[in-house]
């Protein structure tokens, strides 16, 4: 069984995967191995020269641009874009510690969610560690707002979020999704959430570097409030779902699990990394506690079934 207790895990074996940055069309293949206890999620990059700039702890401080994704400075220059994916597969499956290596600007967009990830991770196994897992208590809300969207992180017990959108498009609209994080339901419930844009932002948004990798392949594709897309939608509400399993890779920058719940309205990258920020400017907002001390029923994987055929449970349960 694919068990998750309350010590922390890393990946069972390497994985590896080749495709397109969304923005940058580059190709590029990524490779995630398994990592030390206590590593967190180191990310490096190998550059044309040959170069290897890192491995650094994906963190919130290294953060440097949201628009339209995340984007980690490695130093020297260097950065990594469109790492939300990734982080939230990891993050999602309750893996605390991963060596993320790539030799482009950016990680593969595959298609689109988050599932390529989840789906080879699992094929793999979950490896347990010695250590005792550590978890960031959080104490005070901390709120921060643009406009009328904001995101907050607040106290609670467990792991939940409250995630909600408003579009000015018919297709779109306001969806909401309340989830309490359990690695099953991240599986089931978020983990195959596509990204998503409008057809009529596209050009400008090539004209400014941006989406030049964008196909249906790994977007869904929305014009005059209709879905462009031959096949249908992955969920009823898949829109919401993705900018939640956003969220579950932005917040786990913070660099250990979150304990409390996010609550975010018309939120995203930028409001994401900027709770964390919050959060950690004053340490009266939170307090560092062991797995041990938190009641942890919701941390197993062992109701997945051995030998899974993740492809086949992912569309059954969809």
Same mark, same amino acid.
């Given at each position: 069984?694919?068990?998750? #207790?309350?010590?922390?895990? /890393?990946?069972?074996? $390497?994985?590896?995967?080749? *495709?397109?940055? %969304?923005?940058? +069309? =580059?190709?590029?293949?990524?490779?995630?191995?398994?990592?030390?206890?206590?590593?967190?999620?180191?990310?490096?990059?190998?550059?044309?020269?040959?170069?290897?700039?890192?491995?650094?702890?994906?963190?919130? #401080?290294?953060?440097?641009? /949201?628009?339209?994704? $995340?984007?980690?400075?490695? *130093?020297?220059? %260097?950065?990594? +874009? =469109?790492?939300?994916?990734?982080?939230?597969?990891?993050?999602?499956?309750?893996?605390?510690?991963?060596?993320?290596?790539?030799?482009?600007?950016?990680?593969?967009?595959?298609?689109?969610?988050?599932?390529?990830?989840?789906?080879?991770?699992?094929?793999?196994?979950?490896?347990?560690?010695?250590?005792?897992?550590?978890?960031?208590?959080?104490?005070?809300?901390?709120?921060?707002?643009?406009?009328?969207?904001?995101?907050?992180?607040?106290?609670?017990?467990?792991?939940?979020?409250?995630?909600?959108?408003?579009?000015?498009?018919?297709?779109?609209?306001?969806?909401?999704?309340?989830?309490?994080?359990?690695?099953?339901?991240?599986?089931?419930?978020?983990?195959?959430?596509?990204?998503?844009?409008?057809?009529?932002?596209?050009?400008?948004?090539?004209?400014?570097?941006?989406?030049?990798?964008?196909?249906?392949?790994?977007?869904?594709?929305?014009?005059?409030?209709?879905?462009?897309?031959?096949?249908?939608?992955?969920?009823?509400?898949?829109?919401?779902?993705?900018?939640?399993?956003?969220?579950?890779?932005?917040?786990?920058?913070?660099?250990?699990?979150?304990?409390?719940?996010?609550?975010?309205?018309?939120?995203?990258?930028?409001?994401?990394?900027?709770?964390?920020?919050?959060?950690?400017?004053?340490?009266?907002?939170?307090?560092?506690?062991?797995?041990?001390?938190?009641?942890?029923?919701?941390?197993?994987?062992?109701?997945?079934?051995?030998?899974?055929?993740?492809?086949?449970?992912?569309?059954?349960?969809?």
């Amino acid at each position: 069984m694919h068990k998750i #207790s309350a010590r922390q895990c /890393t990946l069972g074996g $390497t994985v590896s995967f080749d *495709g397109i940055g %969304v923005h940058s +069309a =580059t190709p590029i293949t990524l490779v995630i191995k398994p990592a030390p206890a206590g590593s967190g999620y180191l990310i490096s990059r190998t550059l044309e020269d040959g170069r290897v700039v890192g491995p650094v702890i994906a963190d919130f #401080s290294r953060v440097t641009r /949201t628009t339209l994704c $995340t984007t980690v400075d490695l *130093g020297d220059s %260097v950065s990594v +874009a =469109t790492i939300e994916h990734v982080i939230s597969a990891l993050s999602g499956l309750g893996i605390d510690n991963a060596m993320i290596s790539l030799n482009g600007p950016e990680c593969p967009i595959m298609d689109g969610s988050a599932a390529p990830f989840v789906e080879a991770i699992i094929a793999k196994g979950l490896q347990v560690q010695v250590a005792m897992r550590k978890y960031i208590k959080i104490l005070r809300t901390v709120t921060v707002r643009n406009n009328d969207s904001f995101a907050a992180l607040e106290p609670y017990n467990g792991r939940a979020l409250d995630l909600e959108i408003d579009f000015n498009n018919k297709t779109i609209g306001r969806q909401r999704m309340i989830f309490e994080w359990t690695p099953r339901r991240y599986v089931e419930d978020v983990s195959r959430a596509r990204t998503f844009g409008c057809m009529k932002d596209a050009q400008v948004l090539r004209q400014a570097g941006y989406a030049l990798g964008s196909s249906m392949e790994n977007s869904i594709a929305i014009e005059n409030d209709k879905i462009l897309n031959p096949e249908p939608l992955r969920y009823q509400d898949e829109f919401v779902r993705h900018k939640l399993l956003d969220a579950v890779g932005d917040l786990a920058l913070s660099g250990m699990p979150l304990y409390g719940r996010f609550k975010s309205y018309k939120g995203g990258h930028a409001l994401n990394a900027l709770v964390l920020t919050s959060l950690f400017a004053n340490k009266a907002n939170y307090e560092i506690v062991s797995a041990d001390e938190l009641p942890l029923a919701f941390d197993s994987l062992d109701d997945l079934p051995e030998g899974l055929d993740l492809k086949s449970y992912l569309r059954s349960v969809g």
